[in-house]
């Protein structure tokens, strides 16, 4: 399958080398178009209506952090290598193909309770059935992404688009207890259009299987986990509900999903509207060894072996407007998601954890001289998060809204013929707007909801300023290529809140530099 991923993506790359540039949205060389990427990639049958360039743009990047705040299952420093390519071509009138491919190598630094390949930077709790012990220690992970897929008009009515995905994970922790995990999804979409003058509708229907397999060791055979706090293993089956389960050292976790989405489109020529709704549900197994069986040693994925499921329903809506003022141009991107999570144990027939989480995301970009290289821009980002999770044996009821509000503005300068320099500047803040944590303790063992529940709560309840400052110099090469040098600079400082007895104090670092060439 990768092998067959791997030809299909090169042969995209050397069809988008041919770029016309004849179009009026060139996605590839202007930070104001990120959000119109995004949701072509996630919804291709907009293509049809869009007038966008052909691009092919490859990358190489160094991206760091340094987390001094942080939720406590996230490492304190992150050091990713990046390398990456994305094209877009139009073969004819009629068919249109697209894709990226990247991979990374990360080293993660001094992070505990978690040994898993999941992360709380960007999410407030982890999924659950995981096991986790206090000792901290380092990781080296590498990632490979495919993401491709082709649109095809059948006739100027009809149209019909397909896109597949595939990702391929290996994680290793650098101390004990070591877990190793290694993981491979693949994912499948596939869409149908009709047009009617200016309006689109469309159906669709996605598939994706991601299997993961970890085995988690001890190379120091002398040490006693049972005897040592730090290296004691146990299973969070929720959010405040662990045990203790001693065939942690090999298990699978794999993860089915199935739903189907639907769209409308509104174009004309000065301005176009899409909204894109999928709804999707996964399960996920969680298997263990089979005690009772003769080969305890794999986890065989058969029923008996279930341990635990987790269920997730999701619905997400997209929407995308564009409006054109003469030579201006107005960006909106508006996403909302509401997602259900709840677990169930095979074995005791007890469902003891629900998680829910409503976000909205509003992205306003305004852009002047939108067709010269002078461009200047400036909006807004708006993110509204409301998150509850409950856990019914571990006692624990979490809830957080916060607001999240930052405004940018940006600008191209063409310096020469040859030469041309961007500038982006944003400063935003995360407001709490509700903090609600009821636990109470049911054993002697504090230790997850002191450093876990309680910490990430804390962090979750603090004020956070935010400042951003991206710098682009584009060199113009021989036969329409562009050679880009980037150096990205992000600062998440805390802010004292007084209506918190405890604070979460120190300043985030983020920062990314690399070269693209675009042809």
């Known amino acids: 399958m990768f092998k067959v991923n791997k030809y299909l993506f090169l042969l995209l790359l050397s069809c988008a080398a041919n770029a016309q540039l004849n179009?009026?949205?060139?996605?590839s060389k202007n930070e104001h178009f990120a959000e119109v990427k995004s949701f072509v990639w996630e919804n291709p049958m907009i293509i049809k209506q869009l007038n966008l360039r052909n691009y092919t743009k490859t990358s190489v990047n160094i991206d760091f952090k340094d987390l001094n705040i942080k939720r406590q299952q996230t490492p304190e420093e992150v050091l990713n290598y990046n390398f990456s390519s994305e094209g877009l071509y139009h073969f004819s009138d009629k068919v249109s193909v697209f894709g990226d491919f990247s991979f990374t190598k990360q080293n993660e630094k001094n992070f505990g309770y978690n040994l898993s390949s999941n992360r709380t930077e960007n999410q407030m709790v982890l999924p659950t059935n995981y096991y986790y012990s206090p000792k901290k220690a380092d990781w080296t992970n590498q990632f490979y992404a495919f993401n491709g897929g082709i649109v095809y008009d059948i006739t100027e009515a009809l149209a019909i688009g397909a896109k597949a995905k595939y990702r391929n994970e290996a994680l290793?922790?650098?101390s004990d207890p070591r877990p190793k995990i290694t993981s491979n999804e693949m994912g499948f979409d596939g869409f149908i259009a009709y047009t009617l003058g200016k309006h689109t509708l469309q159906v669709g229907g996605l598939y994706n299987q991601k299997d993961e397999l970890t085995t988690i060791y001890f190379e120091n055979t002398f040490l006693n986990p049972s005897s040592d706090p730090l290296y004691y293993i146990k299973l969070a089956t929720g959010y405040g509900y662990n045990i203790y389960d001693n065939t942690y050292n090999k298990f699978n976790n794999v993860?089915?999903?199935?739903?189907?989405?639907?769209?409308?489109?509104f174009k004309s020529d000065t301005q176009a509207f899409s909204v894109f709704y999928e709804y999707s549900k996964s399960m996920n197994n969680f298997y263990q060894k089979n005690e009772f069986s003769s080969n305890s040693n794999t986890p065989i994925q058969t029923e008996e072996n279930v341990r635990y499921k987790l269920r997730t329903i999701s619905n997400k809506i997209n929407a995308l407007y564009i409006k054109t003022f003469g030579k201006d141009q107005l960006i909106a991107n508006?996403?909302?998601?509401f997602s259900k999570q709840d677990n169930f144990n095979t074995r005791t027939f007890i469902q003891n954890y629900q998680l829910k989480n409503q976000n909205l995301t509003l992205n306003v970009n305004y852009l002047k001289d939108s067709q010269t290289d002078s461009k200047t821009a400036f909006g807004t980002n708006i993110i509204l998060d409301n998150l509850t999770a409950k856990d019914l044996l571990g006692m624990t009821n979490k809830q957080i809204n916060s607001l999240e509000f930052s405004i940018f503005a940006n600008k191209e300068f063409r310096l020469n013929k040859n030469n041309k320099l961007f500038a982006h500047l944003?400063?935003?803040?995360y407001q709490l707007l509700k903090n609600e944590l009821d636990y109470k303790a049911i054993t002697q063992d504090q230790d997850f909801a002191n450093n876990v529940i309680i910490h990430d709560?804390?962090?979750?309840?603090?004020s956070k300023l935010l400042t951003k400052a991206k710098l682009y110099y584009d060199i113009q090469l021989r036969k329409g290529k562009t050679l880009r040098v980037n150096i990205d600079y992000q600062n998440l400082s805390a802010l004292k809140n007084n209506k918190q007895e405890q604070q979460i104090n120190g300043t985030n670092h983020y920062i990314n530099t690399g070269i693209s060439i675009f042809y």
């Open 23 to 27: 179009d009026s949205i060139n996605l």
């Open 172 to 174: 290793a922790r650098k």
């Open 255 to 265: 993860d089915l999903t199935k739903g189907f989405n639907a769209g409308y489109t």
């Open 334 to 337: 508006a996403k909302i998601n």
């Open 426 to 429: 944003e400063a935003g803040t």
């Open 457 to 462: 709560h804390i962090y979750d309840g603090t």
